[in-house]
T-cell receptor
Framework: AQSVAQPEDQVNVAEGNPLTVKCTYS??????LFWYVQYPNRGLQFLLK??????LVKGSYGFEAEFNKSQTSFHLKKPSALVSDSALYFC?????????????FGAGTRLAVHP | NAGVTQTPKFRVLKTGQSMTLLCAQD?????MYWYRQDPGMGLRLIHY???????AKGEVPDGYNVSRLKKQNFLLGLESAAPSQTSVYFC????????????FGPGTRLTVT
C-alpha cells in the first residue's frame, strides 16, 4: 500500500537550534516527495519537492530536505529555527491510483519554535 | 493572479441540509482536487478532476458529489449534511506537467450540528 508516515505529532525546538521533521514513505516505483507548510487558518503552501537528482533538496524559507532511498525517508531540516517557523508541516508522496497521479499526505507534524 | 479561491470561508449547517462549496482557480490548471482536513488525519482526498467535464472518486467520497462544468471551477456538494462532515475543506489545483505541485485554496470551515 502507498503511504506516508510522520512519526511525530509535535516537534519542539529552541530558536536558533537546528530542526528536523521526519517523514517516511512507502510507494511503488520512483518516489516523488513533497513538503508543505500550513500556518494557522491558511491553506497549505508548497515548500520543496524531490523528483530526481541531488538527494539534498533546498526549498523556501531556508528549509531543505534529504532524500534517503535505502531508509525510504525524506526528512525536513533547517539549520537555525525561527519562531515564525512554528506551523503544521505535511509530507506527501505522489501515488498512482486508477491511472491518475495523486498526492498522499501524512498526518502532519506541528512544529513549535520557542524563543 | 488570485490563485485558488474558495467560497464560503465559514458555514454552519443543520443535519440534513444541503450546500455547495465553490472552488475557482485562475491559473488555467487542468487538475483540481477536494480534500478534507481533520485533526490527526492529515488531508484526505474526497474527489478530483483531471479536466473539464470529468470527475473521479478519491479516498472518502461518500456523502459528497462534485461537478466540473468549467475548467476554472470545481464544485463540492453535500446533499444531506451529517455531523461527520464537520471539517475543514481544501481545494487544490495543479498543472498537467510532471512537477505534481499542487496549489491550495485558503479552506472552508464547515460545522454540521
Amino acid at each position: 500500500a502507498q503511504s506516508v508516515a510522520q512519526p511525530e505529532d509535535q516537534v519542539n525546538v529552541a530558536e536558533g537550534n537546528p530542526l528536523t521533521v521526519k517523514c517516511t514513505y512507502s510507494v511503488s516505483g520512483n518516489p516523488y516527495l513533497f513538503w508543505y507548510v500550513q500556518y494557522p487558518n491558511r491553506g497549505l503552501q508548497f515548500l520543496l519537492k524531490y523528483i530526481t537528482g541531488d538527494n539534498l533538496v533546498k526549498g523556501s524559507y531556508g528549509f531543505e530536505a534529504e532524500f534517503n532511498k535505502s531508509q525510504t525517508s525524506f526528512h525536513l531540516k533547517k539549520p537555525s529555527a525561527l519562531v515564525s517557523d512554528s506551523a503544521l508541516y505535511f509530507c506527501a508522496v505522489r501515488a498512482i491510483s486508477g491511472g491518475y497521479n495523486k498526492l498522499i499526505f501524512g498526518a502532519g507534524t506541528r512544529l513549535a519554535v520557542h524563543p | 493572479n488570485a490563485g485558488v479561491t474558495q467560497t464560503p470561508k465559514f458555514r454552519v449547517l443543520k443535519t440534513g441540509q444541503s450546500m455547495t462549496l465553490l472552488c475557482a482557480q485562475d491559473m488555467n490548471h487542468e487538475y483540481m482536487y477536494w480534500y478534507r482536513q481533520d485533526p490527526g488525519m492529515g488531508l484526505r482526498l474526497i474527489h478530483y478532476s483531471v479536466g473539464e467535464g470529468t470527475t473521479a472518486k478519491g479516498e472518502v467520497p461518500d456523502g459528497y458529489n462534485v461537478s466540473r462544468l468549467k475548467k476554472q471551477n470545481f464544485l463540492l456538494g453535500l446533499e444531506s449534511a451529517a455531523p461527520s462532515q464537520t471539517s475543514v475543506y481544501f481545494c487544490a489545483s495543479r498543472n498537467r506537467d510532471r512537477t505534481y505541485e499542487q496549489y491550495f485554496g485558503p479552506g472552508t470551515r464547515l460545522t454540521v450540528t
